[in-house]
């Protein structure tokens, strides 16, 4: 086989993209790849990785070329792997990858997590992408998101059955001194299992329709922050918690910071949790009912 039809079919099973080390092995010189990268028919993504032929990556492209440059037995993790895995919302930026034990040296572009090693439990493919599991994302995450974001991200893993509560026991029992170990345990000792943001809002606009009740308007940024229900002419704002434990005490006060800034604008704030939304719905509204009439 030609190498040029070797390398495109490669290429063609990679998203679009290709290593320096894998040209070498399908036939190309050093020399050879140099003038292909001249007259772009490679694109350079990050050292020693290219996309074929078109400079625009495809969906995906980004994160295999991150861990192809990180070498052998490198993952997508963090958070570029709860992007994947529709586990948070994906974020612009530096790519996320996990490295078990060696350092690949920097990577412009790649954020690189070291680690000893990583056990075959804590390891899949994502559309032919080497990513950590959903447990092990969740573990990983736990450390670097706020309460609700981890909360969100625990709830879209049991809703969509991609992790189960003994996966991530048995990760913390493997585990247990690294960061983000508390926040998770936490989440798993309080025993609930949370509803994600959308769900919270379909179950709470179905009760607010039911009891007939002003529609509110729903995920409205104020300055700098969302919030998650509004009642502009009554300035009320209702905001959804999430377990009954802050992860950390700035998280606290974080929301704490927040609601001072809207009641200094003139807003009510009333925080509810997923809770009183399954188990009291009828509590709920009768408050929800008083506010607005005050309002």
Excluded at 32 to 58: C, E
Excluded at 184 to 206: F, K, M
Excluded at 242 to 253: D, K, L, M, N, T
Excluded at 258 to 282: K, M
Aim: aromatic share 4%; charged share 30%.
């Amino acid at each position: 086989m030609r190498p040029e039809r070797a390398i495109a079919e490669l290429a063609a099973k990679q998203r679009g993209v290709i290593t320096r080390a894998q040209l070498l092995e399908l036939g190309l010189t050093r020399t050879t790849i140099d003038n292909w990268v001249k007259h772009s028919r490679l694109h350079p993504l990050y050292r020693g990785v290219f996309l074929l032929g078109h400079p625009r990556p495809i969906a995906g492209a980004r994160n295999l070329a991150a861990v192809l440059a990180c070498g052998r037995g490198a993952v997508l993790s963090h958070l570029s792997a709860a992007g994947l895995w529709r586990l948070l919302p994906g974020r612009e930026g530096d790519v996320d990858v996990t490295v078990p034990g060696r350092n690949p040296g920097r990577r412009r572009g790649i954020r690189v997590h070291r680690v000893n090693g990583l056990d075959r439990r804590d390891v899949r493919k994502l559309g032919g992408i080497p990513i950590t599991s959903p447990a092990r994302t969740i573990f990983d995450v736990a450390a670097v998101v706020r309460r609700r974001e981890l909360e969100q991200a625990l709830a879209e893993a049991y809703a969509r059955r991609l992790a189960r509560r003994s996966d991530f026991v048995s990760l913390l029992a493997r585990r247990s001194s690294l960061p983000g170990t508390r926040a998770l345990r936490a989440l798993l000792d309080d025993g609930t299992t949370a509803l994600t943001r959308s769900q919270a809002e379909e179950r709470l606009l179905a009760l607010i329709r039911t009891a007939e009740l002003p529609a509110p308007e729903i995920n409205v940024r104020i300055g700098r922050d969302e919030v998650d229900f509004m009642w502009r002419d009554q300035r009320l704002i209702v905001e959804v918690d999430g377990f009954r434990f802050h992860s950390s005490r700035s998280a606290f006060e974080h929301d704490r910071r927040r609601d001072a800034e809207l009641s200094s604008q003139g807003f009510r704030v009333i925080r509810i949790t997923w809770r009183q939304i399954v188990d009291r719905p009828e509590a709920l509204i009768a408050r929800l009912a008083k506010a607005l009439v005050v309002g």
